[in-house]
């Protein structure tokens, strides 16, 4: 059993930074691909990035690519995501997601363990 705590989540203003952690025990953290998703009210969990669980690679959402960083340090058990450039659109719960799959990277039913979601607001 993986259990997962993000941090990180504010109010920020448009063009601004943050930077998310998602802290993992419990379990093996690098027997786990990472990923991050995102939901806004009343829309559907949406993927932002993922990580391969020795961080060989890396996949974004077309919607953050080349504005978001996933990266991860095995040594402390720990999945980052840095958003630079933010965009009121990219307002939204944020949550990080444990996988041991190597397909469906995208699809939230991939992933087995979750944590509790951090909020981002970015005001315009």
């Known amino acids: 059993q993986v259990q997962l705590v993000e941090s990180g989540g504010g109010l920020v203003q448009a063009g601004e930074s943050l930077r998310l952690s998602c802290a993992a025990s419990?379990?093996?953290?690098?027997?786990?691909?990472m990923g991050w998703f995102r939901q806004s009210p009343g829309k559907e969990r949406e993927f932002v990035a993922r990580?391969?669980?020795?961080?060989?690679?890396?996949y974004y959402a077309d919607s953050v690519k080349g504005r978001f960083t996933i990266s991860r340090d095995n040594a402390k058990n720990t999945v980052y995501l840095q958003m630079n450039s933010l965009k009121p659109e990219d307002t939204a719960a944020y949550f990080c997601?444990?996988?041991?799959?190597?397909?469906?990277?995208?699809?939230?039913?991939?992933?087995?363990?979750w944590g509790q979601g951090t909020q981002v607001t970015v005001s315009s």
């Open positions: 997601a444990a996988s041991s799959e190597v397909t469906r990277v995208t699809q939230s039913r991939s992933y087995t363990y």
């Open positions: 990580i391969h669980l020795k961080g060989l690679f890396t």
């Open positions: 419990g379990g093996t953290f690098t027997s786990y691909h």
